[in-house]
């Protein structure tokens, strides 16, 4: 029995995990406290930095957050502009600091559509840190899980022999994600919803879900550490019998 991405699941149980975030909450994080939601996307900048500080800390190997949508075009458009200016932000000032202590950064998603200035501040981030191997950190951004599918689906060549783990090459190269990532072990959502809002469907069959109140702007090292050591409590059997795991 194999993962999604051609592996046997168990594997994941011996090799460093891969978390992912649904980072939610920021915009009602600033409305609870009469701020404009773009103290709220501030805060969540710094959130950024403290959850990749926990996962350095805990020795995650893949940190994918899920940062932008590309369901979010539809929100307000001085909103939109705002969050990219964040990014920006995030890219040309934050990044590289990761960068420094060896951290790996990409970005997984469409691009076409981001402002000409982040989309070079992602790729001078990703060419600076390509050979960093602490820790993994993937921003998706103008991303869509049934888009990213439905795309490689259309553009899929099958052959003899071919596996999900061919696929899943394919549907990372779709996504402008780079090589495929292992299997998502973890996936947490902040901000008290509790569904996937069009994140990596693919990465997140055998995933864990953890769904905490906590909003994204006050989600913090303990949280993250709440979130991991909830994880290792459970019992992963992967559609096996649990003498068989």
Not at 41 to 61: D, F, T, Y
Not at 132 to 150: M, P
Request: hydrophobic share 40%; glycine share 10%.
């Amino acid at each position: 029995m194999t993962d999604g991405n051609g592996n046997h699941p168990m594997t994941s149980h011996h090799s460093r995990l891969h978390v992912a975030i649904i980072m939610d909450g920021s915009g009602r994080w600033a409305v609870a406290r009469g701020l404009p939601r773009a103290a709220g996307h501030a805060a969540g900048r710094a959130a950024v930095g403290r959850a990749v500080a926990a996962a350095l800390k805990q020795g995650i190997g893949v940190l994918t957050l899920f940062t932008f949508s590309t369901d979010n075009w539809g929100r307000p458009e001085s909103e939109v502009a705002e969050l990219m200016g964040t990014f920006e932000s995030f890219f040309s000032v934050d990044a590289p600091a990761l960068v420094a202590r060896g951290v790996r950064v990409t970005m997984m998603g469409r691009r076409d559509r981001l402002p000409a200035s982040l989309r070079q501040g992602i790729e001078k981030v990703e060419a600076a840190s390509g050979q960093q191997d602490r820790l993994h950190v993937r921003f998706a951004i103008d991303y869509s899980g049934r888009e990213a599918i439905l795309d490689a689906a259309r553009r899929y060549q099958p052959s003899v022999g071919d596996s999900a783990g061919s696929f899943a090459r394919w549907l990372a190269e779709t996504a402008h994600g780079g090589e495929p990532a292992p299997d998502v072990d973890l996936l947490i959502r902040t901000g008290g919803e509790q569904r996937l809002s069009n994140c990596p469907l693919w990465e997140i069959a055998y995933a864990e879900l953890y769904f905490t109140p906590c909003l994204w702007p006050d989600f913090g090292p303990a949280d993250f550490d709440a979130a991991v050591q909830d994880f290792y409590a459970r019992h992963r059997r992967f559609g096996l019998l649990p003498a068989a795991v």
